[in-house]
């Protein structure tokens, strides 16, 4: 079966702390994206890879780092210099062409709470 | 700056009946949208699309309106389905040459769908 991976589902971190969330897709998709959901709020980009060792800062990328060093996967870290860090995560894939649009897979998401 | 709006968190229909979802944008330079289909604890799944040369696209019991000169687009399900209870997400893109058509999408907050049986 194709598609992506997100582990853990639940994650739970103490203040201070680094933790690294884990997404592999094998569709065989050239971009991932990070997104984070908050209550009320929409989704929003985080970090996006549209090639391998390439990577672009999302809408709110601050206390967040990624690596691009294989096409299937796309590691998220969240830092302890992310002020807010509790939140639903999101990672997700395209293959689209310059001719062709199309849309995102997204994976199940990762819920990471700071205690 | 929210670029991409749903005005409202919440809908409640019944049974059989249309439920119409609608979605505003400010940034005239994007021409993809999207509407995803989200469950609690779950990744969003992708519903229909519709690019800006189109100003309607259908599949299934979901269609896509689209108003260019509004800012507007709106989605109908018809007829609603129990199922249909989620939220749901209005997304949209800006095509860059240099993205390869994978351009990165701003979402809406969303609206929850409540179908009444």
């Known amino acids: 079966d194709g598609g992506i991976t997100q582990s853990p589902k639940y994650l739970f971190r103490k203040e201070g702390q680094n933790v690294t969330l884990s997404c592999e897709q094998n569709l065989n998709h050239d971009a991932m994206y990070w997104y984070r959901q908050d209550p009320g709020q929409g989704l929003r980009l985080i970090y996006y890879s549209q090639i391998v060792n390439d990577f672009q800062k999302g809408d709110i990328a601050e206390g967040y780092s990624v690596s691009r060093e294989k096409k299937e996967s796309f590691p998220l870290t969240v830092t302890s210099a992310q002020k807010n860090p509790t939140a639903f995560y999101l990672c997700?894939?395209?293959?689209?062409?310059?001719?062709?649009?199309?849309?995102?897979?997204f994976g199940q998401g990762t819920r990471l709470t700071v205690v | 700056d929210q670029q991409v709006k749903q005005n409202s968190p919440s809908l409640s229909v019944q049974e059989g009946r249309i439920s119409i979802l609608n979605c505003d944008y400010t940034?005239?330079?994007?021409?993809?949208f999207l509407w995803y289909k989200k469950y609690p604890a779950e990744g969003p799944t992708f519903l229909i699309s519709?690019?800006?040369?189109?100003d309607k696209n259908e599949d299934g019991r979901f269609t896509v309106f689209l108003n260019k000169s509004a800012k507007h687009l709106s989605l109908h399900i018809v007829p609603s389905q129990p199922g249909d209870s989620a939220v749901y997400f209005c997304a949209a893109s800006v095509y860059a040459i240099s993205n390869f058509g994978n351009e990165k999408l701003t979402f809406g907050t969303g609206t929850r769908l409540t179908i009444i049986p």
């Open positions: 940034n005239s330079m994007f021409d993809y």
């Open positions: 997700a894939s395209s293959s689209g062409t310059s001719r062709t649009r199309t849309e995102a897979f």
């Open positions: 519709i690019s800006s040369i189109k």
